[in-house]
């Protein structure tokens, strides 16, 4: 959703729980307005270990802390836009991508 999107924005600031990318002080003064507590209101983003590299992904590690995110779902199935799947079909290879993207960036969790 578009940080521009108001009724998005204002949609989310009254009744999610969290869940949605965009990370923005938009999205907490519209949470205020509604009534809410920014603080009470978890940031979910998705991150893709079959995209990058470790430091890759430690470089958006820290934005996203930085930002405010609460939630952090590392996928491996997902493929659009920015996200790609990893290359293994089985589970083996599933787990061993999100571990290896774990490991990557443990110190900054």
């Known amino acids: 959703m578009p940080v521009s999107d108001r009724r998005g924005c204002g949609r989310c600031a009254r009744l999610c729980a969290g869940g949605l990318p965009p ?4 999205l907490r ?3 205020r307005e509604a009534g809410r507590d920014p ?3 978890g940031i979910e983003v998705w991150v893709s270990p079959g995209a990058g590299t470790p430091d890759d992904w ?4 820290r934005f996203f802390k930085q930002a405010g995110v609460t939630h ?3 996928h491996t199935t997902f493929a659009n ?6 290359a293994g079909t089985n589970f083996k290879a599933h787990l061993s991508a999100i571990t290896h993207y ?6 900054l969790l």
């Open 39 to 41: 603080a009470r209101m």
């Open 102 to 107: 774990r490991e990557a960036v443990a110190d």
């Open 58 to 61: 430690r470089r958006d590690m």
């Open 29 to 31: 003064r519209l949470t």
């Open 81 to 86: 836009a920015h996200h790609r799947r990893i």
């Open 72 to 74: 952090v779902t590392a």
């Open 23 to 26: 990370i923005s002080e938009k």
